[in-house]
């Protein structure tokens, strides 16, 4: 869940809804990017653990944690628009009154 306080104060201040707009999704690539990065390293470390509970899939197959990178960042980027536009149309000043 995104949070409005932030971008409250640019709305208010004058930013445009596209800046608004791309200020979530550069947040959620950002959140996105690191995350990949994470999970990128987790099978060399945990490279036991996954050998004795996946069936088939070898510790550090690059193919498998490519295409799950690539499809978790593809939902997650698919699922950025709608509170990007959410807090795009958020009214400035009724949510600087509620904080």
């Not at 959140?31 to 470390?45: D, K, M, Y």
């Not at 944690?65 to 960042?73: D, K, N, P, R, Y």
Request: positive net charge; hydrophobic residues 50%.
């Amino acid at each position: 869940m995104f949070q409005k306080k932030p971008k409250c104060p640019a709305l208010a201040l004058g930013a445009l809804q596209g800046n608004v707009l791309w200020m979530v999704i550069r947040e959620v690539a950002l959140h996105s990017g690191a995350g990949l990065a994470v999970v990128g390293l987790l099978p060399f470390a945990l490279s036991d653990l996954i050998r004795s509970r996946l069936y088939g899939v070898q510790p550090r197959d690059p193919f498998t944690f490519t295409s799950v990178g690539l499809v978790l960042a593809g939902a997650a980027c698919a699922a950025s628009p709608v509170p990007s536009w959410r807090a795009s149309r958020v009214d400035p000043m009724h949510a600087l009154r509620h904080e």
